[in-house]
């Protein structure tokens, strides 16, 4: 039982040191390079380690839509299975935003490059 707790103590310590300010607590949601497992509809789109993500700005139709399914496959022609870099939309804490139904908005998607800095 020693020994549990010696290496519980262990872990902890040396995982809050791996802490610096300003690094993201969220694992996963880092702005990066990600693949496209998936995509949902015309603007949510599955993201390998991640799960679901959604556009946070525009609206696609939902499937049972007129337009719904066009969308989803042209989404689908550009990013599914594809190597992408994600940029997270972010609070001024800079945690994530997450959008009605939990999920993590995206700001920007590219098959190419980051955006470039402001």
């Keep these: ?9 262990l872990w902890l310590l040396l ?9 993201q607590v969220e694992p996963g949601l880092v702005d990066g390079w990600y693949v496209c497992t998936r995509v949902i509809d015309g603007d949510t789109f ?7 993500v959604r556009f946070a700005q525009g609206d ?6 007129p337009g719904g399914d066009a969308a989803r496959r042209e989404l689908a022609s550009k990013i599914e299975g ?6 997270f939309k972010r609070k001024s804490d800079g945690q ?6 939990g999920r993590p908005l995206i700001l920007y998607v590219s098959r190419n490059a980051p955006p470039a800095p402001r």
């Excluded at 809050?16 to 690094?23: E, I, N, T």
């Excluded at 599955?46 to 679901?52: A, D, I, Q, T, Y």
């Design 1 to 9: 039982m020693k020994h549990r707790a010696r290496l519980l103590f």
């Design 15 to 23: 995982a809050g040191c791996a802490l610096r300010p300003g690094m």
């Design 46 to 52: 599955e993201v390998r380690n991640v799960g679901s």
């Design 60 to 65: 696609a139709p939902e499937l049972d839509e």
């Design 82 to 87: 594809q190597v992408i870099f994600l940029q």
């Design 96 to 101: 994530p935003v997450r959008g009605y139904y």
